[in-house]
């Protein structure tokens, strides 16, 4: 599903965070590591958000280095704190993605009925709560059809009955679609929440594949 080939991170003279040689199965994935152990930057990455050295596979061959427009059609991602521009309406931003993605006609329908956003999605982004703007963004994660979805701190500004249903969107993505994720947290996922097929560790620099 995804395999990293010499990727190496720096910021200046500074190492972020290097993968030399790393091959993940489609599946759900959970990573781990402390605040600044450089989870954000690896998802970043991934995202093609940030450049690096090395190179990243998507299915075995979509190279992010030499076809990111295909590559990027089918990877999708949710940042920690998102933020988008003001003045655009949480429907405006879902049809601009949309566009972008591909996304079937009215694939937003569902997402925002089950999430409840019927009472603010055709407000300007300005006026939002940071709970608000958390749901608009995991939504436009999973418009289109991603091989891969990556989501950067899904557990925070998210309320206990809100992260129920994203876990069911990430089921169903998964189940029905065949929808590889990756989640980064400091916090520690709930047993049994999700069928994840195993965990990652960014400690040192590096990322190491743990169960």
């Known amino acids: 599903m995804l395999q990293f080939q010499n990727f190496k991170k720096s910021y200046g003279n500074y190492p972020a965070l290097k993968v030399e040689d790393l091959r993940l199965e489609a599946g759900i994935y959970w990573i781990k590591g402390v605040n600044g152990s450089g989870k954000s930057t690896l998802l970043k990455s991934i995202a093609g958000i940030l450049a690096f050295d090395g190179d990243i596979l998507l299915a075995d061959h979509i190279s992010i280095k030499k076809q990111p427009v295909p590559y990027r059609k089918l990877v999708n991602f949710a940042e920690a704190e998102p933020v988008f521009p003001d003045f655009l309406t949480g429907t405006e931003m879902i049809a601009l993605f949309a566009d972008a993605k591909d996304a079937p006609t009215g694939q937003q329908d569902h997402y925002i009925k089950s999430m409840g956003m019927q009472s603010f999605v055709d407000r300007p982004v300005g006026t939002y709560s940071s709970g608000m703007m958390k749901k608009i963004s995991l939504l436009l994660a999973f418009l289109g059809k991603p091989k891969l979805i990556l989501l950067d701190e899904p557990l925070i500004t998210i309320d206990t009955a809100s992260l129920a249903i994203l876990n069911n ?15 980064s947290s400091h916090q520690i996922l709930e047993d049994g929440s999700l069928p994840v097929s195993g965990e990652l560790l960014v400690e040192d620099q590096t990322l190491k594949f743990i169960s």
Request: charged share 35%; net charge negative; proline share 0%.
């Open 169 to 183: 969107w990430i089921r169903e993505k998964h189940e029905q679609e065949g929808t590889s994720f990756l989640l």
